[in-house]
Nanobody
Framework: EVQLVESGGGLVQAGGSLRLSCAAS????????IGWFRQTPGKAREGLGC????????IYADSVKGRFTISSDTAKNTVYLQMNSLKPEDTAVYYC?????????????????WGQGTQVTVSS
């Protein structure tokens, strides 16, 4: 069973940076994708980007391209979301999720396992 645990959320001022971590365990397959999503109350979950286990390739949503970076540390089984130049509209609960098929499709229906989420609040 895949387990994902996010950490690193908190309160940051606009223009600041924050790095989220996603500790992953329990993969049965060598090929998979870890994605980052966020959600605010009353809105659909938004895909931000994902990273592939085989080669570390990444894709990003246009809304965060150039500001957010996804990376991984395979020795620690951890995926990171580095968020720079944060804006108040980045305030949300952030989730990491796993796609056992490694599809690199940034839509939540392709992701089978989810972390519990971590709150990020950006003050103006």
């Amino acid at each position: 069973e895949v387990q994902l645990v996010e950490s690193g959320g908190g309160l940051v001022q606009a223009g600041g940076s924050l790095r989220l971590s996603c500790a992953a365990s329990g993969f049965s397959f060598e090929v998979y994708t870890i994605g980052w999503f966020r959600q605010t109350p009353g809105k659909a979950r938004e895909g931000l980007g994902c990273i592939h286990s085989s080669d570390g390739s990444t894709i990003y949503a246009d809304s965060v391209k150039g500001r957010f970076t996804i990376s991984s540390d395979t020795a620690k089984n951890t995926v990171y979301l580095q968020m720079n130049s944060l804006k108040p509209e980045d305030t949300a609960v952030y989730y990491c999720a796993a796609d056992d098929y490694g599809s690199m499709l940034l839509s939540e229906e392709f992701f089978d396992s989810w972390g519990q989420g971590t709150q990020v609040t950006v003050s103006s």
